[in-house]
């Protein structure tokens, strides 16, 4: 497929922390790519392996490779170094350890140039396996806007997205205090600045799932720190004019009941101060009744044993 999108220049930003197994791989997607990026920039972050030896064997491969080597100090950190040597108009970041396909920057060009206006492209993913074994593809689309699909974690990830890199700089960069959730606290802001988020359905980006790895998430650790974010952006939005308040609240409720499964107290504490009596979840009519008669501990404590029985029979 051919666009007539050629001149656009796309710089890909790849941090990596101990990635040495996996950059190899990465790097050959990224200079497979039918629509060439104008530089390719990797920040070695202070690896304690052989991460910066294998770039710089890479560059004898590829001459035009950016090589950056920075103590360690974060995925988001490496990120902003990578983005302050950036000159391209748009720009992709790209975890150390995934991989796109051939066509994902052609394809998400010509997506940002359809209209004018276009700030990033959310694009979805496949998950696959620390041997790039296929595991799933998450499909992502408007919710019904960007704001919805960051509340309710439909919004990409790092690796599947492309920014307009002024965009980015507009928004203050990655935040480098945030220990969960970068991407999406960075999409938000790009949001909020105007401009237009166009999703890709297309799943051309491969995200390896592995212990370590800057996806891979221990959500156990990290469900106070997502639903921080996304009552952030609730409190935010509620004070607005904003069109789509129903499902902003209901948006909200699926984050608190995957809190809910990890840290009760604090996931009833944001119900009671943030959704009204009378508020109801927009889930099954058995959900529903429960909560209205017995609160979410009721209704989840149902939930759960439908599951059980449905597994059981």
């Avoid at 140039?113 to 496949?126: F, H, L, M, R, T």
């Avoid at 499909?139 to 980015?168: K, Q």
């Avoid at 945030?178 to 980006?205: H, M, P």
């Avoid at 429960?290 to 759960?304: M, N, P, V, W």
Wanted: hydrophobic letters at 40%; proline letters at 3%; charged letters at 20%.
């Amino acid at each position: 497929m051919q666009f007539s999108n050629l001149n656009e220049s796309v710089s890909v930003v790849i941090p990596g922390y101990n990635v040495a197994s996996y950059i190899e791989a990465s790097l050959a997607s990224v200079y497979a790519q039918t629509h060439k990026p104008r530089e390719v920039i990797c920040i070695n972050d202070g690896s304690t392996d052989d991460t910066l030896a294998v770039l710089h064997r890479l560059q004898n491969i590829y001459p035009d490779l950016i090589v950056i080597d920075q103590p360690n100090g974060g995925a988001c950190s490496a990120r902003n170094a990578g983005l302050h040597a950036a000159t391209g108009t748009w720009v992709q970041f790209f975890d150390g350890d995934d991989v796109i396909l051939p066509q994902k920057i052609e394809s998400q060009i010509a997506l940002a140039c359809s209209e004018p206006d276009v700030n990033v492209v959310i694009g979805s993913y496949q998950e696959v396996d620390s041997n790039l074994k296929y595991i799933r593809t998450l499909t992502e689309a408007a919710c019904p806007d960007v704001y919805i699909a960051i509340m309710l974690s439909r919004a990409g990830r790092t690796s599947s997205h492309l920014y307009r890199r002024a965009a980015v700089v507009r928004s203050g960069g990655w935040n480098t205090t945030r220990k969960s959730s970068q991407e999406y606290d960075l999409l938000y802001r790009v949001a909020r600045l105007g401009g237009i988020a166009k999703f890709d359905g297309n799943a051309y980006t491969q995200l390896r799932l592995r212990e370590g790895s800057i996806t891979h998430t221990n959500v156990a650790a990290n469900v106070r720190r997502v639903l921080d974010l996304r009552i952030n952006i609730f409190e935010e939005l509620s004070n607005e004019t904003y069109p789509f308040q129903d499902e902003l609240k209901q948006a909200l409720f699926e984050t608190i009941r995957l809190a809910y499964s990890y840290d009760r107290v604090y996931a009833l504490e944001m119900l009671n101060r943030h959704l009204p009596k009378s508020f109801s979840p927009n889930r099954n009519s058995v959900y529903a009744l429960a909560y209205s008669l017995f609160g979410i501990d009721g209704a989840e404590r149902l939930s759960k044993l439908g599951q059980r029985l449905r597994g059981a029979a």
